[in-house]
């Protein structure tokens, strides 16, 4: 993901349990914990696990820093678990329990705040728009994709290339590369899949760019209509400078 949101601003928050009490001690909260409990699939997990699990469902939002990390897995997560018995699961016991560890969580959080680097970013089709809506600048832009694109002896293309040159042009309409962000891959691949992209088959140069045209209105389409947001939280384990203020 990291290559897709390289661009993107970065906010660094600081953690340090108020946020997640505030969220504990809210009117939304045991909705929110139902809505898990439904996801996370309990049925087989201890309930010590399930909380576990119902942990890392909390976001950056809620003031839960990433419980992939670790560090905070370590510090802050397994400490809120321990000296606790593991009781039978039931949607009941999972709401009671889960709210007292998230409780200790902020409390450790408290204690030991954490600092996350935060980053997001909305992949809506309008850097697409924007280069669409300029010829010169769309022509350019498919020039440079297509310089070091192989040609057999009558100048055509493989479609396989399509991939590739998207690829190149994206950071320049917006896009994430190929891999970086899992929405993204598959908006491309169905759109991709609709033009037979993967066929082999040789087209003339000119052929070729109005079809890597076609894809990339077909994307802006799709992402006028479904945006996607991602977002990336990394937690600072090195000392920041003094320069850097905290949210």
Not at 124 to 137: A, C, M, P, T, V
Not at 167 to 192: R, T
Request: one cysteine or more; glycine letters at 6%; charged letters at 30%.
């Amino acid at each position: 993901m990291a290559a897709g949101l390289k661009r993107d601003p970065i906010v660094i928050l600081r953690m340090d349990g108020e946020d997640l009490l505030e969220i504990i001690n809210g009117p939304s909260y045991e909705a929110e914990m139902v809505s898990i409990f439904s996801q996370i699939g309990c049925e087989d997990a201890s309930l010590r696990d399930c909380i576990t699990k119902a942990l890392e469902k909390l976001t950056v939002d809620q003031g839960m820093p990433p419980s992939s990390d670790s560090w905070v897995m370590r510090n802050i997560v397994e400490p809120a678990l321990e000296s606790w018995d593991d009781k039978p699961v039931s949607q009941e016991t999972f709401l009671e329990e889960s709210k007292k560890v998230a409780k200790r969580v902020a409390q450790n959080l408290k204690e030991e705040p954490v600092i996350v680097a935060h980053s997001e970013n909305t992949f809506d089709g309008s850097g697409i728009k924007r280069l669409l809506s300029n010829k010169f600048e769309l022509d350019k832009l498919l020039n440079v994709g297509l310089e070091n694109v192989p040609k057999d002896r009558n100048g055509k293309i493989s479609k396989e290339y399509l991939r590739v040159v998207l690829d190149v042009v994206a950071p320049s309409v917006g896009l994430p590369q190929i891999g970086a962000v899992e929405q993204m891959d598959k908006v491309v691949a169905d759109v991709l899949n609709r033009i037979d992209a993967d066929d082999g088959k040789m087209i003339k140069e000119d052929e070729f760019t109005k079809l890597l045209t076609e894809i990339m209105g077909s994307i802006m389409l799709q992402l006028e209509g479904n945006p996607i947001s991602v977002s990336s939280n990394s937690v600072v384990h090195e000392p920041l400078p003094s320069s850097l203020s905290l949210l």
